[in-house]
């Protein structure tokens, strides 16, 4: 899997095929335009992220000159690594 991200706008994509060391063909569409001039980039995706829920919320009030208020979110997830091979991964060379 790969993200394709600039700065205003992602998706996560599948790596259909290796073409050659700069090219890869991806399942799906890619959505919209990505321009030079929006810093586009492309992220291999190694780990997972899953069971993901904030485990603890405190909420709390500060009094000081002005009333404000305070809290902590404790975030709880498992992460899992993908088994990586050579090059995108997911995909056979052709």
Do not use: C, N
């Not at 009030?61 to 997830?77: C, D, N, R, V």
């Amino acid at each position: 899997m790969v993200v394709l991200e600039d700065k205003f706008k992602g998706q996560d994509l599948r790596v259909k095929t290796i073409v050659d060391g700069s090219t890869i063909e991806v399942t799906g569409k890619v959505a919209g335009e990505y321009l030079l001039v929006d810093d586009p980039r492309i992220i291999l995706v190694d780990r997972f992220l899953y069971k993901s829920w904030p485990s603890e919320i405190d909420f709390g009030f500060i009094h000081k000159e002005t009333l404000l208020k305070a809290g902590k979110i404790t975030w709880s997830a498992e992460e899992i690594e993908v088994q990586g091979t050579i090059g995108w991964g997911d995909a056979p060379s052709r």
